[in-house]
């Protein structure tokens, strides 16, 4: 059975930096397309970043542009989202999920979601 499991999320004073994970169990993702999204109290789901088979095939929305960087683990099965320098409207649950692609313009249909992980940023 496919699944997808986040981690890695917490609360951060403003400036601070977290790690989330993305790790998949069932399946080897290495050959899919990854997107994280996040959703805020009151607010609709929005994708945040995706990669594609390499590194180098990645997106990001213009507010994280500089801040957050996604990478694979394909020896650990897993996707990171590295974000840095958070700022209270990061304040979300983030999810991974499998997509259809990643492009210039965001992911594609997302398929497999995880559970999410809670990201705080308050001082």
């Known amino acids: 059975q496919a699944q997808l499991k986040e981690s890695g999320g917490g609360w951060v004073q403003p400036g601070g930096s977290l790690r989330l994970s993305c790790a998949a169990s069932?399946?080897?993702?290495?050959?899919?397309?990854i997107g994280w999204f996040r959703q805020a109290p009151g607010k609709e789901r929005e994708a945040v970043s995706c990669?594609?088979?390499?590194?180098?095939?990645?997106y990001y929305v213009d507010s994280v542009k500089g801040r957050f960087t996604i990478s694979k683990d394909n020896a650990k099965n897993l996707v990171e989202l590295q974000m840095n320098e958070l700022q209270p409207e990061d304040t979300a649950v983030y999810y991974c999920?499998?997509?259809?692609?990643?492009?210039?313009?965001?992911?594609?249909?997302?398929?497999?979601w995880g559970q999410g992980t809670q990201v705080t940023v308050t001082s």
């Open positions: 069932g399946f080897t993702l290495e050959h899919y397309a």
């Open positions: 990669v594609w088979i390499h590194d180098s095939d990645t």
């Open positions: 999920a499998t997509v259809d692609y990643c492009g210039g313009y965001g992911p594609g249909s997302a398929n497999w």
